[in-house]
């Protein structure tokens, strides 16, 4: 059956190959990587441009929480009309109810800002000065990002 000479292979512990070494890495992995870095860096600058864009946004809600005459809540509105509107257009509202008419708050505080520019007494109540900041803190939230 067996010819002389002939020996049987080892079946129990066959020979395997070496194992697959992990380095060094095809090039393939070096370009994917690149890519990756890459697309991650101008994700992160456009976050970057992103978030100095919205430096107005931030310094007009911290603004929103500080005490306030009616004159000095109006010139707060029109710094934050003048991020959103031509200069040219901002510029030519001369009474507060032409600037207010663009800002999203109930028609009592509309009329109340109005009456109490450039008095004497120009000072808000707290319950109005509360429902103010909700409104023009809503209002900054809903517009646009520039």
Same mark, same amino acid.
Request: hydrophobic residues 45%; contains cysteine; aromatic residues 8%.
């Given at each position: 059956?067996?010819?002389?000479?002939?020996?049987?292979?080892?079946?129990?512990?066959?020979?395997?190959?070496?194992?697959?070494?992990? %380095?060094?890495?095809? #090039?393939?992995?070096? &370009? $994917?990587?690149? !890519?990756?870095?890459?697309? +991650? /860096?101008?994700?992160?600058?456009?976050?970057?441009?992103?978030?100095?864009?919205?430096?107005?946004?931030?310094?007009?809600?911290?603004?929103?929480?500080?005490?306030?005459?009616?004159?000095?809540?109006?010139?707060?509105?029109?710094?934050?009309? %003048?991020?959103?509107? #031509?200069?040219?257009? &901002? $510029?030519?509202? !001369?009474?507060?109810?032409? +600037? /207010?008419?663009?800002?999203?708050?109930?028609?009592?505080?509309?009329?109340?800002?109005?009456?109490?520019?450039?008095?004497?007494?120009?000072?808000?109540?707290?319950?109005?000065?509360?429902?103010?900041?909700?409104?023009?803190?809503?209002?900054?939230?809903?517009?646009?990002?520039?």
């Amino acid at each position: 059956m067996l010819e002389k000479g002939f020996s049987v292979p080892e079946l129990i512990n066959p020979a395997l190959p070496q194992s697959i070494s992990w %380095l060094p890495l095809p #090039p393939g992995w070096f &370009v $994917s990587g690149g !890519l990756l870095l890459i697309a +991650l /860096l101008i994700f992160l600058l456009f976050r970057l441009a992103r978030w100095r864009r919205n430096l107005w946004r931030r310094e007009a809600l911290a603004a929103l929480q500080q005490p306030h005459s009616v004159d000095s809540w109006l010139e707060l509105i029109k710094r934050i009309l %003048l991020m959103h509107q #031509p200069r040219t257009l &901002v $510029s030519h509202t !001369l009474s507060p109810e032409q +600037l /207010l008419q663009q800002v999203e708050i109930d028609h009592d505080l509309r009329q109340q800002l109005s009456d109490k520019y450039c008095r004497p007494d120009n000072q808000l109540d707290a319950s109005q000065v509360a429902r103010l900041q909700s409104q023009l803190k809503n209002w900054l939230e809903k517009l646009p990002y520039v």
